[in-house]
């Protein structure tokens, strides 16, 4: 069974930087579709960024390109959430999802971001 687990979340201001991590075990990471989401309070969840299985296609929600990148290290099996730039709209917990070749969903348990003067 796949576990992932998020970490790197915290408390930033405006304009700084924040490195999110997602640890998986129990799968290759290489073999699976990463992406990560973000939910507000009162908000849906939505998806803000995505690295395909196997041609490592990166894809972002508008509101972060030029600003956040998603990455993998296959040797660490870790998934990778680079945010630079952060606007206050940024703050959400976070969480990373791994998708099988069989379309079977994985959630971690989120992180919090908070960006705050």
């Known amino acids: 069974q796949v576990q992932l687990v998020e970490s790197g979340g915290g408390l930033v201001q405006p304009g700084g930087s924040l490195r999110l991590s997602c640890a998986v075990s129990?799968?290759?990471?290489?073999?699976?579709?990463m992406s990560w989401y973000r939910q507000a309070p009162g908000k849906e969840r939505e998806s803000v960024a995505t690295?395909?299985?196997?041609?490592?296609?990166?894809t972002y929600t508008d509101s972060v390109k030029g600003r956040f990148t998603i990455s993998r290290d296959n040797t660490k099996n870790t998934l990778y959430l680079q945010m630079n730039s952060l606007k206050p709209e940024d703050a959400a917990v976070y969480y990373c999802k791994a998708l099988t070749v069989a379309s079977i969903a994985y959630w971690g348990r989120g992180t919090q971001v908070t960006v705050s003067s």
């Open positions: 690295i395909t299985r196997d041609s490592d296609i990166a």
């Open positions: 129990g799968f290759t990471i290489s073999r699976l579709t």
